[in-house]
Nanobody, 126 residues
Framework: QVQLVESGGGLVQVGGSLSLSCAASGRAFSIGTVSMGWFRQAPGKEREFVAAIRRTGGSTYYADSVKGRFTTSRDNAKNTVYLQMNSLKPEDTAVYYC?????????????????WGQGTQVTVSA
């Protein structure tokens, strides 16, 4: 069984920064062998793709709304994925989830993720 635990959420002012972490654990589970993604869900809205890092080659992908402001990375030794969020806007307010995509090709597609964390709240105040 794979467990993903997000941390680092909180309240920040517009223009501020936050760094989210997603620590993975599980028997023989390594984030270096899977694709890892970040999604978010705002109140009354569907969960949407934010960022992902592919298992092969480490290519990164971002939603247009966060491109240039957010950066995802991974530390294989710590089995942890990060999401650095800069220049935060009120519309970034949401619960942020990390997910593990073991075999799927489409890293931006929520349906291709096999495991999810419990989420961490990010609130950006105007």
């Amino acid at each position: 069984q794979v467990q993903l635990v997000e941390s680092g959420g909180g309240l920040v002012q517009v223009g501020g920064s936050l760094s989210l972490s997603c620590a993975a654990s599980g028997r023989a589970f390594s984030i270096g062998t899977v694709s890892m993604g970040w999604f978010r869900q705002a109140p009354g809205k569907e969960r949407e793709f934010v960022a992902a890092i592919r298992r092969t080659g480490g290519s990164t992908y971002y939603a247009d709304s966060v491109k240039g402001r957010f950066t995802t990375s991974r530390d294989n030794a710590k089995n942890t994925v990060y999401l650095q969020m800069n220049s935060l806007k009120p519309e970034d307010t949401a619960v942020y989830y990390c997910g593990a995509n073991l075999y799927g090709v489409r890293v931006t597609a929520m349906g291709e993720y096999d495991y999810w964390g419990q989420g961490t709240q990010v609130t950006v105040s105007a």
